[in-house]
């Protein structure tokens, strides 16, 4: 059985074993997740804050008895009972909290949602903190609090066992509601029948343009699939996307290229001639340009962090 943390409810202690405490080095936090799992959830009702730190984990914070305070580089948010708020992975915050409270956190390890096709998307959505109410997200809001609490009754319900399939299952809901507002509040949403002809012209190029980046489809080629003069497509591009096309194909490149580098162990050759670059020099020049480190030594510092937060895992999990 686990063991008991007396200063939690019954009905909120940890399943298989209590959270061990924090493990920071360098602001970098490596999160004691559920041994075996990729989330940790936590009933919190301290007088206490937490120094600045970061971790690969995205957190989630819902107040559910008087407030909290999270203060980032540049933004102080202030959280009511019953907000919602996402941290991105990676986004140093400190934590204050000054009169005890009930609270609920959740950090969940997301890395599996690189490797969907839209992962844009919800890199998009989480490039901030993220708060979520009845004033920023009103048709939502109840929805998205309800399938926290329901994965607060799959989380402490267990004691032995985790139940990770559905509580990601409701994660997954959450993030998909959340990306499918963002994405419909910034687009034109079609409404004659002009309008959904061009929209599913720019639909299907931006397709195919994926589909294809090896090929280095240029502008001209582009304008042509669509059946648009240059200057046409050039202005219309930039309604439907918020971009120029070739601001699109460099930001869509240094994408897949860092998803390349963080899933597989291809070659740098190999990754510059899938994106269509000329060789692997103009790629790392490019690269470099963009991140402030080659393409190689972007490599080693993502498989070092990743071997830190493997080895942090194990040495809990053996323990």
Not at 212 to 223: C, P, S, V
Not at 289 to 301: A, H, I, L, N
């Amino acid at each position: 059985m686990p063991n008991t943390d007396t200063t939690v409810p019954g009905q909120y202690q940890q399943p298989i074993r209590n959270f061990r405490g924090r493990d920071v080095v360098d602001f970098v936090e490596f999160v004691d997740f559920v041994p075996n799992s990729n989330m940790r959830i936590w009933y919190n009702n301290v007088a206490e804050g937490y120094p600045i730190h970061r971790h690969s984990a995205i957190e989630i914070a819902i107040p559910t008895k008087n407030k909290y305070k999270y203060i980032f580089d540049e933004e102080i948010i202030n959280l009511n009972e019953g907000d919602i708020l996402i941290v991105p992975p990676d986004v140093l915050h400190k934590i204050t909290c000054n009169e005890e409270g009930v609270r609920f956190i959740y950090l969940f390890n997301v890395d599996f949602i690189n490797n969907f096709f839209d992962s844009e998307d919800f890199a998009k959505l989480l490039s901030k903190p993220l708060l979520i109410n009845s004033d920023t997200y009103p048709e939502i809001y109840k929805d998205i609090y309800d399938s926290f609490m329901r994965i607060n009754d799959l989380y402490f319900f267990y004691s032995m066992t985790v139940k990770e399939i559905p509580i990601f299952a409701e994660l997954l809901s959450v993030l998909s509601k959340l990306v499918k507002t963002n994405y419909t509040d910034e687009v034109l949403i079609p409404q004659t029948d002009k309008q959904r002809k061009v929209y599913f012209k720019f639909k299907n190029l931006i397709e195919h343009v994926n589909m294809n980046m090896d090929k280095n489809i240029t502008l001209d080629e582009a304008a042509n699939y669509v059946g648009y003069s240059r200057y046409h497509f050039s202005r219309t591009f930039k309604e439907y996307t918020g971009i120029t096309y070739n601001e699109y194909i460099a930001n869509k490149k240094l994408s897949l290229a860092i998803r390349m580098l963080e899933s597989d162990n291809a070659r740098v050759s190999d990754i510059a001639m899938k994106l269509g670059y000329k060789n692997a020099a103009q790629f790392s020049r490019i690269f470099h340009r963009e991140c402030g480190m080659s393409p190689r030594e972007y490599r080693v510092e993502y498989l070092k962090k990743k071997e830190a937060a493997r080895t942090k895992k194990y040495r809990s999990s053996s323990k």
